[in-house]
Nanobody
Framework: QVQLVESGGGSVQAGGSLRLSCAAS????????MGWFRQAPGMERERVAT???????SHAGSVKGRFTISKDNAKNTLYLQMNSLKPEDTAVYYC????????????????WGQGTQVTVSS
């Protein structure tokens, strides 16, 4: 049974930093595709960043240069380092995983975490 458990969310002032973690069980972060998505109140869920099997990454334009996705295969954990946070980054952040990159990219991942709240105040 696959489980993705996010942690590291919280409240921070604009300009601050947070690091989200997603601990995976029943799924290998080293051999699958993984990503971070977020959903703000009243908004559609959007893709934040993805990482493939060999560690190649992509980041949404709105976070490029501020957020960095990474993974630790030995710890079977996915990370999202978030710097220079802005109030518009406020959302519930979800970890996602899939063996099919296109499904992940389109937000139709097979596996999702429960989400962690990130709140950025001005």
């Amino acid at each position: 049974q696959v489980q993705l458990v996010e942690s590291g969310g919280g409240s921070v002032q604009a300009g601050g930093s947070l690091r989200l973690s997603c601990a995976a069980s029943g799924y290998s972060v080293g051999t699958g595709y993984m990503g971070w998505f977020r959903q703000a109140p009243g908004m559609e869920r959007e893709r934040v960043a993805t990482i493939d099997r060999v560690g190649s990454t992509s980041h949404a334009g709105s976070v490029k240069g501020r957020f960095t996705i990474s993974k630790d295969n030995a710890k079977n954990t996915l990370y999202l380092q978030m710097n220079s946070l802005k109030p518009e980054d406020t959302a519930v952040y979800y970890c996602a995983a899939d063996s099919d990159f296109l499904r992940l990219w389109n937000g139709q991942s097979t596996y999702w975490g429960q989400g962690t709240q990130v709140t950025v105040s001005s």
